[in-house]
């Protein structure tokens, strides 16, 4: 983490409004402890949300120093939103320690690890072009299309066969080829406690799509970070599950599908970000000819991936940690296969050894677009 500099401010002053909420943190008994992903899987108090609350406090009030030692657990955050369901104030903790991060940022008190975001960011709009280029072939395709698809650059640069699945997947769905967005949406810019930065990409991204008809989102870190808070220009946003579900009778039962286990993981940002809970068990039940297999922490009290808001980056140990007792509780219900709608959780749970799949391969299956 790097040290600040002698304009770091000595207390975290743009947090006033936030007091309330902070206080209650402090003095809780600490009833959400056992939520949260990052300190079930590094024990430390001061990880619990709890711990990253109070010290967020001491620091506003100029308590303790704002420094590296006591900045860091507010990078300790998958931003899951699981404490905030817990709490009987619903204070909502990872919108607030993504707020103290910004001014921690200002301050010059930034982990190490996301020293280079703006040049990842960066490059993610490279892959994306490239990516854009590579399936310019399919028929699904059109660059000057009304009807624009965001698959989200974790998907394009670690599940580049489920972006090509998801435009497929729209095509037959919707009947129009769609322009596929190459520039990343800036959620990663918010999570590394850039506001200002992840507001111009999305600003910009909206100007880009003015007088478009409709934008599909496929990532649900990228469609909470555009549907929550629109920008302008931006044609009204829906989810791929969300489109999906629209169009749940384009769905056959696919032979085999439904025989082994198949168990969806409500991904954070969909799931509590957005309350789409039962777009992608109507899409499955459909697919598999039952419901599917369920987590028992599910739906509003669903586990956590450990991969959101940069955490595999900032605690990659918590990341794993989290991931690995999901895939745990999977096992144990008796394994087979899982599904999610997020490519980072994705790539966490098959890091994890889980046998796992993105929802969307299984609507290509079902819809026959799955081979060329
Ligand atoms: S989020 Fe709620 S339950 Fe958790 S520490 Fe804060 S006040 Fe307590
Ligand atoms: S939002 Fe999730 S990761 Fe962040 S403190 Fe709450 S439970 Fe932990």
């Known amino acids: 983490m790097s040290r600040p500099d002698h304009r770091a401010p000595v207390r975290l002053p743009s947090l006033d409004a936030r007091e309330r909420e902070l206080e209650t943190c402090t003095f809780c008994p600490k009833l959400c402890r056992s939520a ?13 949300p709890w711990g ?4 967020v406090n001491a620091m506003a009030h100029g308590d303790v120093a704002v420094d590296a030692s006591h900045g860091e657990p507010a990078w300790a955050c998958t931003g899951c939103g699981r404490c905030q369901k817990r709490c009987d104030h619903e204070v909502p903790v990872g919108a607030i320690l993504r707020e103290a991060r910004a001014e921690l940022s200002k301050g010059g008190v930034r982990p190490a690890a996301l020293e280079d975001i703006e040049a990842r960011v960066e490059e993610s709009d490279s892959i994306m072009r490239r990516a854009a280029d590579e399936l310019a072939s399919e028929a699904a395709y059109d660059a000057s299309s009304r009807h624009a ?6 998907y394009h640069r670690g ?9 497929r997947v729209v095509y037959a769905l919707t009947g129009e080829p769609h322009r596929v967005v ?19 990409r999305k600003r910009s991204l909206g100007t880009s799509m003015q007088g478009l008809a409709s934008l599909v989102i496929v990532d649900a870190g990228c469609a ?3 549907i929550v808070e629109p920008a302008p220009g931006l044609p009204k946003p829906v989810t791929l ?3 999906a579900a629209r169009h749940l009778d384009r769905f056959a039962p696919a032979p085999g599908l439904g025989e082994e286990p198949v168990r ?8 509590r970000g957005l309350g789409q809970y039962d777009e992608p068990r109507h899409v499955l039940a459909r697919i598999l000819a039952r419901s599917p297999d369920e987590f028992a922490e599910r739906r509003e009290q669903s586990g956590c991936s450990g991969a959101g808001g940069l955490v595999p980056l900032t605690f990659p140990e918590a990341a794993k940690g989290a991931a690995k007792r999901r895939v745990a509780e999977h096992q144990e219900l008796g394994g087979g296969r899982v599904i999610t709608g997020c490519a980072s959780s994705l790539k966490s749970f098959r890091a994890a050894g889980a046998d796992a799949d993105d929802i969307v391969r299984w609507m290509a299956k079902s819809l026959g677009v799955e081979r060329v």
């Open 52 to 55: 990253k609350m109070s010290l």
């Open 149 to 154: 698809i965001l698959v989200g650059c974790s």
């Open 264 to 271: 969806w993981h409500d991904p954070c940002r969909l799931g």
């Open 36 to 48: 949260c992903p990052v300190s079930n899987a590094e024990p430390r108090e001061t990880l619990t």
């Open 224 to 226: 909470q970070h555009l």
């Open 182 to 200: 190459s520039s990343c949406c800036g959620a990663p810019l918010a999570d590394a406690g850039l506001p200002e930065r992840a507001e111009g």
């Open 241 to 243: 599950v969300e489109l």
């Open 159 to 167: 599940a580049s066969e489920e972006a090509r699945l998801a435009l």
